[in-house]
């Protein structure tokens, strides 16, 4: 069965402190991974696919990675509005759509 | 100009009803999914319809039972509610599940509903 574990639980953050969350997974026939940014009383908003070891992607602040084994999403310089629920789900070769979530890092940047 | 929505955003029953949850997507989209977000914050998918055919059913109970009118529309209905099935529940679309891993699966999500079960 696929696993997902995201770490940390919860990280707080100093606006402007750069940082990394982390995805590790176990999904056979891992053909790519999702990342995903939740605000309370919302729904996952798409950020990223990343479909191969070495991709990376990029969006303003945010730049994920993917290995063979974990995928990063690398915050540079947050800011107050980065604050939100940050969710993986890697994505395997028989899933059928059935994506497979983290729990989620909570990130809080304090102005 | 909503992609995902969902009706209603609140959902407050008695222990024992039977109540829906309507789904649309204005994407032009192939597949639509529900998933549960309980209060771990975990998403769990429930059933995935492409074209109108129940292609996942993960383990639910029977009291649940997806029902897709047309490609655009999935509704979720719920029978005999428990304490338990408090949760939010959230549809999601993305294009087009045959075509192999691309761009075209990223599935968009609705806003949610919060099923509170008293």
């Known amino acids: 069965e696929d696993q997902v574990t995201q770490s940390p639980e919860a990280l707080r953050l100093q606006e402007g402190e750069s940082s990394s969350l982390n995805c590790s997974y176990t999904?056979?026939?891992?053909?790519?991974l999702f990342w995903y940014r939740q605000d309370p009383g919302k729904g996952p908003e798409f950020l990223f696919t990343l479909y191969s070891a070495g991709e990376e992607k990029e969006k303003e602040r945010l730049k994920a990675t993917l290995t063979k084994k974990e995928s990063f999403l690398h915050i540079t310089a947050p800011k107050p509005e980065d604050s939100a629920t940050y969710l993986c789900a890697p994505y395997g070769g028989t899933s059928y759509g059935k994506l497979t979530f983290g729990q989620g890092t909570i990130l809080t940047v304090h102005p | 100009d909503t992609a995902v929505s969902q009706t209603p955003k609140y959902l407050v029953t008695q222990m024992g009803n039977d109540k829906s949850i309507k789904c649309e997507q204005n994407?032009?989209?192939?597949?639509m999914y529900w998933y549960k977000q309980d209060s771990k914050k975990f998403l769990k998918i429930m059933f995935s319809?492409?074209?109108?055919?129940?292609?996942i059913n993960e383990t639910v109970p029977n009291r649940f039972s997806p029902k897709s009118p047309d490609k655009a529309h999935l509704n979720l209905h719920i029978n005999s509610l428990e304490l338990g099935d408090s949760a939010v529940y959230f549809c999601?679309?993305?294009?087009?599940?045959?075509?192999?891993?691309?761009?075209?699966?990223?599935?968009?999500f609705g806003p949610g509903t919060r099923l509170t079960v008293l």
């Open positions: 994407l032009g989209h192939d597949t």
């Open positions: 999904v056979s026939g891992l053909r790519g």
């Open positions: 319809y492409n074209n109108k055919e129940l292609i």
């Open positions: 999601a679309s993305s294009q087009d599940r045959e075509r192999g891993f691309s761009s075209t699966d990223t599935q968009y």
